[in-house]
C-alpha cells in the first residue's frame, strides 16, 4: 500500500474515531484545546527563540597588559 493510501485512511479513521468519542461525551463538536494548547506553545518557544538570537551582546572590555 502506497504511504499517501495510507495516510489518507488513517486520517479518515482518525476523524471517525473522534466523531464517535464526541457522540459517547454527548458533544457534536470535537475538543480542539490540545491542539490550541500546542499550537500557543510552539510559536511561544519560536518567540522564544528569536529573541533569544537578536539580543544584544554585552560589550566587555578586553584589558591588554
Known amino acids: 500500500m502506497h504511504a499517501d493510501i495510507h ?19 454527548g458533544t457534536t463538536r470535537p475538543r480542539r484545546a490540545r491542539t490550541d494548547l500546542r499550537t500557543r506553545l510552539g510559536w511561544s518557544l519560536v518567540e522564544l527563540g528569536l529573541r533569544l538570537v537578536n539580543r544584544p551582546v554585552a560589550r566587555t572590555r578586553t584589558h591588554l597588559a
Not at 488513517?10 to 459517547?24: F, G, I, K, P, V
Open 7 to 25: 495516510l489518507t485512511l488513517h486520517t479518515l479513521r482518525a476523524a471517525e474515531l473522534r466523531r464517535e468519542a464526541a457522540a459517547s461525551r
